[in-house]
């Protein structure tokens, strides 16, 4: 035993022949560090290690899901949700090319990884038979995934991700089109321009004043532009807004008339004469009055009157359509009524036929201050976006209340244009 140590003893103190001890106070600190230095490199190699271990397991789980993932018959698989657009006019064609374009990356990618990981498929001993995982991942596919009925996907089947990825499109839609209470609605804001037609109503005895008014006056183009509020149900539409409404008519008056001249006349003058026999029997004429009267000159005046007479009302329509849908169009038919109210006017308005007229305001004795009209309406909408959108919109209003008031004559006025406008979808 002694000589034992003693040869250890002899080799150390070869091995330390010539040695000097390090007394500086950082010996052993630069001791530790190296052997702490060889601790971290060791804990780095290991982490490492555990990193790619939970990586490739993750890629080998992503791999088996994968696969069972479809059926083989891919292709049974129908899409036949049907949802409504964020309108009610509106489908969103990206939609559904995105959602197929999402079924066909996926059914390639596993139809790749089912060619390359086939020959290592393990089969799972059942009961009563032997089936294959991709068999066995069929069985937990839902027989229904086709209707894409949320309450009919398992959704806490992590294997189910071709169902998990469409019901969470479905409630994408579902959920933007029922974030608010606005979502059925738009905003539409129009300009255009119309012609007036007038139909005079009046009694017998004012026939041909009738036909006196009618014959010197002619419309002219107006200006209408408003904004409407639209309301969606299915392909229904009902409207209402504030409409800027005027009528302009240009009046164009002959007037002749025959009047006495102050400045001419005569004083007519006849004599009156008597006979009488004087003594020799010879008739005798002589002067024995006068009869005298004044003769009136008349004279005739002619007057042009040309002016235009305005009317503007502010109205409130209720309109009711169905909207066609066709490719990006939309074709509205709509029927409705609107209330107006007069604003303002202006102009004259003759009371007979002769040279007697008054000036018309807005507070005039002879003018309604309200008006109602029948309206009709065929709007051709195209979807520039799916919030936004142009249309054209030919109009017909026809007049159910006279303008007048007070007056010997009734005046229903209807009007025929073209609006153009831009509708903005919430």
């Known amino acids: 035993m002694e000589n034992s140590i003693n040869e250890i003893d002899k080799i150390i103190r070869e091995k330390l022949m010539g040695y000097e001890e390090d007394t500086s106070p950082f010996f052993w600190q630069r001791l530790v560090g190296k052997h702490n230095q060889s601790k971290l490199a060791g804990s780095i190699l290991l982490l490492l290690f555990l990193i790619s271990a939970i990586i490739f397991w993750i890629s080998i789980s992503e791999s088996s899901a994968e696969l069972k993932l479809i059926p083989n018959k891919f292709h049974d698989i129908?899409?036949?949700?049907?949802?409504?657009?964020?309108?009610?006019?509106?489908?969103?064609?990206?939609?559904?090319?995105?959602?197929?374009?999402?079924?066909n990356s996926l059914k390639t990618k596993i139809i790749i990884k089912n060619e390359r990981l086939k020959p290592y498929v393990k089969t799972k001993r059942t009961n009563t038979d032997t089936k294959s995982a991709l068999e066995l991942s069929e069985t937990r596919i839902p027989q229904k995934i086709s209707s894409l009925n949320p309450t009919r996907i398992n959704m806490h089947n992590p294997s189910n991700k071709l169902a998990i990825l469409l019901n969470r499109k479905i409630e994408e839609n579902i959920n933007l089109k029922n974030k608010n209470l606005l979502s059925r609605f738009s905003i539409s804001i129009e300009i255009g321009q119309n012609t007036t037609w007038k139909k005079f109503e009046s009694e017998p005895d004012y026939e041909v004043f009738k036909q006196y008014r009618a014959k010197n006056e002619s419309s002219q183009k107006n200006s209408i532009y408003g904004?409407?509020?639209?309301?969606?149900?299915?392909?229904?539409?009902?409207?209402?807004g504030l409409n800027y409404t005027s009528i302009h008519e240009r009046s164009k008056y002959y007037i002749k008339e025959t009047i006495i001249d102050p400045d001419g006349g005569y004083l007519d003058i006849d004599t009156i004469w008597a006979s009488y026999l004087d003594e020799n029997n010879n008739l005798v004429r002589m002067?024995?009055?006068?009869?005298?009267h004044w003769v009136e000159a008349y004279k005739t005046n002619n007057y042009n009157y040309d002016y235009s007479t305005a009317y503007s009302y502010i109205e409130i329509p209720f309109i009711?359509?169905?909207g066609i849908k066709m490719r990006k169009f939309i074709f509205t038919p709509s029927v409705g009524f609107s209330v107006g109210f007069l604003i303002s006017a202006k102009g004259k308005l003759p009371l007979s036929i002769s040279n007697t007229f008054v000036d018309l305001n807005k507070s005039s004795i002879y003018l309604n201050k309200t008006s109602s009209n029948?309206?009709?309406?065929?709007?051709?909408?195209?979807l520039i976006h799916q919030n936004y959108s142009?249309?054209?919109k030919p109009f017909y209003n026809k007049g159910l209340k006279s303008i007048y008031t007070n007056y010997p004559l009734k005046g229903y006025y209807s009007n025929a244009g073209l609006k153009f406008g831009i509708n903005i979808y919430f």
């Open 287 to 292: 002067i024995v009055g006068y009869n005298t």
């Open 78 to 103: 129908k899409i036949t949700e049907k949802f409504e657009p964020k309108t009610s006019f509106e489908v969103n064609d990206n939609y559904s090319k995105e959602v197929e374009n999402e079924i």
């Open 374 to 382: 029948l309206l009709f309406n065929f709007s051709i909408e195209y």
């Open 227 to 240: 904004f409407n509020l639209s309301y969606y149900y299915n392909n229904w539409v009902i409207k209402s």
């Open 390 to 392: 142009l249309y054209v």
């Open 320 to 322: 009711i359509g169905y």
